[in-house]
């Protein structure tokens, strides 16, 4: 159980154009879900923690306008990188909370690349 | 700020071998403190944790004690197998607050 999907897990895109990515709890509810971006060699850096029904709060430096965030249901998240240039190319991680339960589950993760 | 700062990797080691990997943390307050598996190709899994001071987490042979007077919680094994090849990144969650800040990660990678 708790299992997390990420779709796409990757995809390529022309610089200037939006990239939607779809993060859901597969077998659970998740009142709140979370958005990093990790880097190479680098950790997990949380942009957004999202809750449903109500605004993505977002972590300092990162681009709200840039960055959607979309809480529509307690099992569905998506991110949406618009015009994207070559440094948004990144590897995006979401992970969802269960409604009753403190852990995050993780989804497998979207390989970004902006050409 | 809060941080996590853990041994950089990678690490090689062989099958039965004992395994360490260090995380030291800065944290105010008391903050629960996690171990994280990333396997290749899947997302992170969470490995063990631990909520206060001189707790010990364990899963399937791996422990980490918590320890508040050198903040440090690190990972052993004491044997490991090629499985266990994979990311593991430490974690820290403040008390009170859901967000997560993690480690660098460390990739193991275990020969037979």
């Known amino acids: 159980g708790a299992v997390v999907s990420q779709h796409p897990s990757w995809v390529i895109c022309k610089s200037g154009t939006s990239v939607k990515i779809e993060c859901r709890s597969l077998d659970f509810q998740a009142t709140t879900m979370f958005w990093y971006r990790q880097f190479p060699k680098q950790s997990l850096m949380l942009m957004a923690t999202?809750?449903?029904?109500?605004?993505?709060?977002?972590e300092q430096g990162v681009e709200k306008d840039k960055f959607l965030i979309n809480h529509a249901s307690l099992t569905l998240s998506t991110l949406t990188v618009t015009s994207a240039h070559p440094e948004d190319s990144s590897f995006y991680i979401c992970?969802?909370?269960?409604?009753?339960?403190?852990?995050?589950?993780f989804g497998p993760g979207t390989r970004l690349t902006v050409l | 700020g809060d941080s996590v700062t853990q041994m950089e990797g990678p690490v090689t080691l062989s099958e039965e071998a004992f395994l360490t990997i260090n995380c030291t943390y800065t944290?105010?307050?008391?903050?629960?403190l996690f171990w994280y598996v990333q396997y290749p190709g899947e997302g992170l899994q969470l490995l063990l944790k631990a909520t206060k001071a001189d707790d010990k987490g364990s899963n399937k042979g791996f422990e980490a004690t918590y320890r508040k007077e050198t903040t440090s919680f690190h990972l052993e094994k004491g044997s490991v197998q090629v499985s266990d090849s994979a990311v593991y990144f430490c974690a820290l969650r403040p008390f009170g607050n859901e967000k997560l800040t993690f480690g660098t990660g460390t990739r193991l990678t275990i020969i037979p």
């Open positions: 999202s809750n449903e029904g109500s605004k993505a709060t977002y």
């Open positions: 992970s969802a909370r269960e409604v009753s339960a403190g852990e995050q589950f």
């Open positions: 944290a105010t307050g008391y903050p629960s």
